[in-house]
């Protein structure tokens, strides 16, 4: 039952044109719609716009969540609501920053929020980091995941090794091990299908600066690792021989996580082998990526061998001096995601990646608010999120009450934009247009028995949202 | 996880659950695995099978087969309903619209923690055996406590009729930093 018949008789930005307040949202993921909903509830004559770069919304949800998980994509159903709320418009196709500047938006509304996120990966800044067969474990995702780019890992090595040891990383690891059979249910994409279904793949490796006791994965990812058909975990006994002693006084959730990769230690020493296999290697850090005789692609990767100083989750690695070299045929970087800075005007601390702000307000910028991993850097999950944004919501909230953000003039928010770009020849995608894209998503995958045949491409977005 | 161990997950724990407004296109969101149509039957036989002796039980309506729940929000106000055996407690804060903020964000799938709720002890030795898979996920929930359980695992029974359970002050995750877990 769509509550939203009057709103989606005209173009989009034919909204509301009352005296309410006006809020733009830049960004249209978790971030971005978790602020939008807790906003719409607070007031109701607030009005919403959410502006996206894709043609499609959901961000992370649709382009990072691995596709064997469907369950943590539920919040797509909520997302919808929002955008399909009488007071919530979504433009797609609209590039702040380009298409349209932040301080021309902020000259609209009330008040800007920026939810977009974190686009970019950081560089393990080692030579080497350029030889084909090295990827960031963003783009390897964003691969599998649709996310329109030109990146294509070719998987015809024996070896892999993952930097970086949180649930990222093993995403991957669990893709690039996964039966087809399964994975080909999933909305995974078909090429990545293809290329998995070709891939000589059958060891995989995660490697970590730190000890087991510091491991950022979750115990969840772990036991999907252990599970995995015809998969032996490769674990070194020695890496675990210091850490029965701690195990008592560890709280709940590290300690079950401990246990179980110790169990794995014990389970696996002595069994028959395996076809696949995966490892934790620990006390490990890049300093060179090495190429192969043609000096074009990776062969193998040099680690400093580190130890721990101090203990606990604050404990550091130190370099001990002693180097090895792992061969291996693809190098994936999974040590983090990065934001970039969107628009000269608004502040941006290229140290911490992070838009400045105060509990969500951005420094020194009247009427700019930030939410999600741009305000708070990308770590955490979807419900980390989630609060971060309410958080923010509750501070625009709290100055449009006190009159630090002044409501009593009258904004034009959507149509003033919508005319701007317009005249820049940009056209927007609405939310029932993505619905015509998504239904045609579904209708593609059904027919191979999948959830949605992923389109790779804007144009061909484009061109269904527009026919 | 593998496709059958998700599939295991979304008959345990509550997949396609009822929303007041949602459309036909968000109900084809939630289609991501197209030969499980099934579900919302399987999903109320895990919480019905302990109670199933005669049909009348299966009939949520008869006002003799309410339980009165009890929730303790964040603000520290409480709010008394009246449920039907079977459903979870994640279902009776959806079926009753009870203004949770974030609450069932993955939809009683097991992937998240903020259907997380708080038990007084003696109610909480009462209920049923806790999962590897609820535990896993209970231990990043924010505000864990002894008593603590995800709201989509625990079935109402006539024996939980007048429970209290309190909501944690925060829904985030503890997922949200590096190393931290």
Avoid at chain 1, 115 to 136: I, K, P, T, W
Avoid at chain 1, 189 to 216: E, F, K, M, N, Y
Avoid at chain 2, 99 to 117: I, K, N, P, R, W
Wanted: aromatic content about 6%; some cysteine.
């Amino acid at each position: 039952r769509h509550q939203v018949k009057n709103k989606d008789s005209g173009p989009p930005g034919s909204g509301s044109s009352g005296p309410g307040p006006k809020v733009c949202i830049v960004g249209g993921g978790p971030a971005g719609f978790y602020t939008a909903q807790h906003l719409l509830k607070a007031r109701d004559d607030m009005v919403v716009d959410v502006y996206e770069r894709l043609p499609v919304p959901f961000g992370l949800v649709r382009f990072g969540v691995a596709p064997d998980h469907p369950e943590v994509k539920n919040v797509i159903n909520t997302f919808t609501q929002t955008a399909q709320h009488e007071r919530c418009y979504f433009y797609g196709n609209v590039n702040v920053g380009t298409d349209v500047s932040v301080e021309e938006l902020r000259k609209a509304y009330h008040a800007v929020v920026l939810s977009y996120g974190a686009e970019a990966n950081r560089s393990m800044r080692v030579s080497g980091e350029g030889l084909a067969g090295v990827f960031s474990a963003r783009d390897f995702v964003g691969w599998y995941n649709g996310l329109p780019s030109n990146k294509e890992p070719h998987l015809n090595c024996e070896t892999v090794v993952i930097l970086g040891q949180g649930n990222v990383a093993l995403d991957v690891a669990r893709i690039l091990l996964s039966p087809l059979d399964l994975l080909k249910k999933t909305d995974i994409t078909q090429h990545a299908l293809d290329t998995l279904a070709a891939s000589r793949v059958r060891r995989v490796l995660i490697v970590g600066r730190r000890g087991p006791l510091q491991i950022a994965c979750t115990i969840k990812e772990v036991r999907e690792m252990i599970n995995l058909p015809d998969t032996a975990a490769d674990m070194l006994p020695a890496d675990f021989e210091s850490i029965s002693e701690a195990l008592k006084d560890l709280p709940r959730p590290r300690k079950r996580l401990t246990e179980l990769m110790m169990k794995t230690v014990k389970t696996e020493s002595g069994q028959h082998k395996a076809n696949k296999s995966w490892g934790f290697r620990f006390l490990r850090s890049p300093l060179e990526v090495l190429p192969g005789p043609d000096g074009k692609r990776v062969a193998g990767i040099r680690l400093a061998v580190n130890k721990l100083e101090g203990s606990g989750e604050d404990a550091k690695a130190v370099p001990t001096g002693q180097t090895e070299d792992l061969e291996c045929g693809m190098v994936i970087s999974s040590i983090g995601y990065k934001s970039l800075p969107i628009d000269p005007c608004v502040p941006f601390d290229p140290r911490s990646a992070i838009v400045p702000n105060n509990m969500g307000r951005v420094k020194d910028t009247a009427g700019l608010y930030c939410s999600g991993w741009v305000k708070r850097g990308p770590t955490g999950v979807i419900a980390t999120t989630m609060n971060d944004s309410f958080d923010t919501a509750r501070m625009l909230l709290k100055d449009m009450d006190s009159g630090m953000l002044n409501l009593s003039v009258n904004k034009p928010g959507g149509q003033e934009i919508t005319a701007l770009l317009k005249e820049r020849g940009v056209r927007a995608v609405s939310f029932p247009e993505w619905e015509k894209i998504n239904l045609e998503e579904v209708r593609r995958g059904t027919a191979v028995g999948k959830p949605r045949e992923k389109f790779l491409d804007v144009k061909d977005m484009l061109a269904v949202a527009w026919s | 996880m593998s496709l059958s161990a998700a599939a295991r997950r979304l008959t345990l724990a509550g997949w396609s659950l009822p929303r007041r407004s949602c459309s036909t296109v968000s109900k084809t969101f939630s289609r991501t695995l197209p030969s499980l149509t099934r579900l919302p039957e399987l999903n109320r036989d895990r919480c019905q099978r302990r109670e199933i002796t005669s049909s009348s039980v299966v009939q949520p309506l008869r006002s003799e087969n309410k339980v009165t729940v009890n929730f303790v929000n964040r603000d520290g106000e409480k709010v008394t309903v009246k449920a039907s055996p079977g459903e979870s407690l994640l279902d009776v804060v959806v079926d009753q619209d009870l203004d949770f903020d974030g609450f069932g964000a993955c939809e009683g799938t097991l992937a998240c923690s903020t259907c997380h709720v708080i038990f007084e002890e003696e109610i909480y030795k009462q209920l049923g055996p806790i999962s590897d898979e609820e535990m896993d996920m209970l231990d990043l929930a924010y505000g864990l406590t002894d008593t603590s359980r995800l709201g989509c695992q625990i079935c109402l029974t006539k024996s939980l009729d007048g429970v209290t359970v309190r909501l944690p002050e925060s829904v985030a995750d503890i997922r949200q930093s590096d190393g931290s877990a």
